[in-house]
């Protein structure tokens, strides 16, 4: 049965120890401005996913990741040094998407409030397409709807009206 507490702990660990041990140790120059975002271990503690981000373009990125990979050996007995753990999990480094999927959502959120901003210099000089109020008013000044009511009303035999004919009794 896995511990997934402990599992979480290790991976805060690892965390902390690899962005520390790559702001001191590490000297590549092709490792750039690196951050490490998130650490995930497997439940059996075999396995380490590290996710990190890295400020520059693409060239930088992907020296960045050559740099952490010629790192890894590093970085693992340094992890297993402070750790203390029996096994010391391998590391395996992920590019993190996150800045990439923030990115997408503001272009998205961008073009939302450019949209409602044309609605809104639209609905500004729009106009009713029949009358202003659209709702027919309960009576008039001079009472015609009131007649048509009441005219509707006896023609069509209202409560308690009696057409001719023997009363019910």
């Not at 991976?11 to 702001?23: F, N, P, Y």
């Not at 000297?27 to 990190?52: H, M, N």
């Not at 961008?110 to 106009?127: F, H, L, P, W, Y």
């Amino acid at each position: 049965m896995t511990d997934t507490a402990r599992a979480r702990k290790l991976a805060d660990r690892i965390r902390v120890v690899v962005a520390e041990t790559l702001q001191r140790r590490i000297k590549d120059p092709r490792l750039g401005y690196v951050t490490i975002t998130d650490t995930r271990v497997t439940g059996d503690l075999r396995e380490a996913t590290v996710f990190y981000t890295v400020y520059g373009d693409d060239e930088e990125r992907a020296a960045s990741a050559a740099a952490l990979e010629s790192a890894k050996g590093v970085l693992r007995s340094e992890v297993g040094r402070q750790t203390g753990v029996r096994f010391t999990p391998t590391l395996a480094f992920v590019a993190d998407a996150l800045p990439d999927n923030a990115r997408t959502i503001d272009d998205l959120l961008a073009k939302a409030r450019a949209a409602d901003e044309e609605v809104r210099k639209t609905a500004t000089d729009a106009q009713y397409a029949g009358d202003a109020d659209p709702y027919r008013k309960p009576a008039d000044e001079d009472g015609e709807l009131d007649d048509a009511l009441d005219d509707e009303a006896g023609e069509a035999g209202g409560p308690g009206e009696d057409k001719g004919g023997t009363s019910p009794a």
